[in-house]
DNA sequence: TTTCGAATCGTTCAATTCGTGCATTCGGTC
DNA sequence: GACCGAATGCACGAATTGAACGATTCGAAA
């Protein structure tokens, strides 16, 4: 999963000299590992994050494994929404990925990338086939794609630091869209944390025993749709109070989650939007972009 | 106790040559001790202090993919269903993903890897679940997981080639389970075909649609549950034919369709598993697997 | 215990990467 | 324009890497 790349493939890829890239990273401002004999070894999550911070371009992304002309045109966020549409409702996967990822490296936020491209495009896409302007198959394989966006997305951002705190979350029993819980697992990645979605359809009970197994600092939990409200609700109650106990926090977000059913409810926040739900998280742990420099100088002999 | 490891499994673990490991030993910058014949025997401690010492990325014992179990790395293929059961139900995803990479790597075909370790490691999971030994969430994160390392499957497998015979597919109204048809993809992607899932709960008006619109030469359906088995079987044969009038071949597969069900059923052919599907479709395309070596553009001086 | 296939040994070799020095370019200041 | 510090790209010998190779050792079945 995790590939390496040595500094001349990657320099290449960027377009720099390898001398340069040896100094950036020597000087930090890439993570990077060194082999025993003292090669330095990239990832590419690393490098897409440097790439992002800097504004760097990809002079040739295929030779870090990114499809080609990725990171060169920085697409106008309406202009972005447009082919995104075109390229789902037709099934164009590349073309999707592509579209994101050169989002991604051109400096916009996973959360906004989520908010303010996929959302919108995939609400537009579930009016077209409401509609009728859109066949069934083609809402579905839209779907399908989106998923496959979102792994995209997630191998650009890493799976995080391994000694950060931990996040879970996934959709209740009974709601069985896994899209917007992968997105946030996504955005919080970005933002320093390890989480890790458990898919969707969880019923309470489990989601209690996950937090005693497995001590997160975080749960995340989207509600689309509510069977019984009441249960709903005393259910839910008795989960933050479990979290509580142990230290977690608990984020909600949803469309079933209106302002009555609020009122009852016990959470630590809740969230309109992704955007939200990152501020939320950085305030807890904001991620230090801050990378400390290769200084091993190497036992000789 | 303590656990020894073999300078293969180490280097293949971290991702160096088995040359460079046995140096570094030699170099002392790991411990390690010599069988009577001279075999170096790494134990685990010593190879996981080294790697928080000189690379400091990987100070997590499961992400270089040595669980304390098991010895062998070497995609044998009881133990890779083994260790495949213990990352997946533990979550851990970047173990999952190495242990298929490997297997891909090492040269076994998409349909041997899904269909004798990631489905049989799949449905032992749904089995420790049911007796109860695994919770819910835990079965859910393990089937989530599932999903992902299948997309890493596919882009180990590459899009296939873009003047490939167009095959698409998916699970039907009521069928919610994607995983089956999303390897049916990959493993037609790998036999050289243009595949694309449609996704989950498709109803038959929409596949007839993608067949009049898209002209596929190849449809692939799977079925793990019917309900109304007559209406099923109406429906699917007007399908059929449908499909016979456009030239397009119906491959169909999944448990639901037991033998007196097919009995009534017209379809191109059934497989029990994907590497009959496999079989099939490269009866109609045969194609070898092309490694493409990532060929880096000379420097020129 | 003996046997035998698989794994590991130590070595060599071409290709790559290391660290360093140096000339050049860039942007700001005098 | 002249100056300067910082960053960049290139060149060099030394060191490292990964992939071969035949010889040796391991471990389990006979």
Known sequence: MSQFFSPKEVALAIGVSESSLKRWVDKG?????????????????AVLRFIRDEGKGLANPEIIGLPAETGKIVPAEE?????????????????????????????????NICDLV????????????????????????????????IHELRRAVGSGPVDGPLAIGGTLDGDPYTLATNMAEVVLRDAGWRATSLGHMLPFDTL?????????????????????????IAN???????????????????????????????????????????????????????????TSPEVKF
């Not at 082919?83 to 073309?95: K, V």
């Not at 409401?130 to 496959?148: H, I, M, P, S």
Request: hydrophobic share 40%; glycine share 6%; charged share 25%.
């Open 79 to 111: 202009s972005a929404q447009a082919e995104l549409l075109q390229a789902m409702s037709s099934g164009n996967e590349a073309t999707a990925k592509r579209l994101i990822l050169d989002l991604f490296i051109s400096g916009m936020s996973v959360a």
């Open 208 to 232: 209690r025993k996950a937090i005693e197994n497995d001590h997160p600092h975080l749960m995340w939990i989207s509600v689309t749709t509510i069977r019984d409200t009441e249960r709903f």
């Open 118 to 149: 996929i959302a919108p495009v995939f609400q537009r896409i579930g009016d077209l086939w409401r509609c009728g302007d859109l066949e069934v198959y083609q809402e579905r394989r839209a779907c399908e794609l989106c998923g496959r966006v």
């Open 29 to 45: 401002l890439i993570p990077a590992e060194k082999t025993g004999g003292g090669h330095r070894r990239l990832q590419l999550d």
């Open 236 to 294: 839910f109650n008795v989960l933050f109070d479990t979290a509580t106990s142990f230290g977690c926090a608990i984020i909600v977000g949803g469309q079933a989650l209106t302002a009555d059913i609020r009122q009852s409810l016990r959470y630590t926040t809740f969230c309109d939007n992704l955007r939200h739900m990152e501020a939320f998280a950085r305030t807890i742990r904001p991620r230090d972009r801050v990378t400390t420099p290769i």
